[in-house]
């Protein structure tokens, strides 16, 4: 019996669906202060700190992914387990956003929040190395290719830098984590080639 094609569409589709509600569930940690002034809200900034920074980085995540699905020619086994690891580091950010925020930054929480930065980077350099490793040349240029697998091995090390500086200070972590998210502003690899034929999906 011949083998039945398993498309990506609906692994995608999934996908944004788990993305959609992870920002939800994010902004449904925020809660308003008790006193009704102006000063009893900016005393909630690592609050609201936590959800922007948390906020850009799922919607950061979600652009690399649907950019990197692109190159899916099928939902193979070991993509669908790659990319359910992927949505499993991405699904920890409520947990870690709320331990952080409710901690005003304290040392522990920030360097959790910093690792889940570098589980979420490790699952994507496996659907990486799983999607552009194996797409062709018209797809994927080599040079591309090589960028973009240095850039994530790269900003994988400043992550779990990140976590460990945040444990004595956890300001200059936070930052760390939030430099390496300016890298993955634009989805495609710094240097890319512009004009190389890509699928549209």
């Not at 995608?12 to 006193?35: K, M, Q, Y």
């Not at 709320?98 to 659907?127: C, D, G, I, K, R």
Request: proline fraction near 7%.
């Amino acid at each position: 019996m011949a083998h039945a094609r398993r498309s990506p569409e609906r692994l995608s589709a999934f996908s944004d669906g788990v993305f959609a509600v992870l920002i939800t569930v994010l902004v449904l940690e925020l809660r308003p202060p008790e006193i009704p002034t102006f000063a009893a809200l900016l005393a909630l900034w690592p609050t609201w700190l936590s959800y922007a920074v948390s906020y850009v980085f799922i919607a950061i995540v979600w652009a690399n992914h649907h950019h990197l699905m692109r190159y899916a020619s099928e939902a193979t086994p070991r993509l669908m387990w790659f990319n359910f690891a992927h949505l499993f580091s991405v699904s920890l950010l409520p947990l870690s956003t709320a331990w952080m925020a409710v901690s005003e930054l304290a040392p522990q929480p920030v360097a959790f929040y910093a690792a889940v930065f570098f589980l979420v980077n490790a699952t994507y350099v496996a659907l990486i190395w799983d999607l552009a490793g194996r797409a062709p040349d018209s797809e994927v240029a080599p040079r591309e290719r090589k960028i973009m697998r240095v850039r994530s091995i790269v900003t994988l090390g400043v992550f779990a830098l990140a976590a460990a500086v945040a444990l004595r200070f956890p300001v200059a972590g936070l930052a760390m984590c939030c430099c390496c998210l300016i890298v993955y502003l634009r989805p495609e690899a710094p240097g890319a080639e512009d004009g190389r034929p890509v699928d549209s999906r």
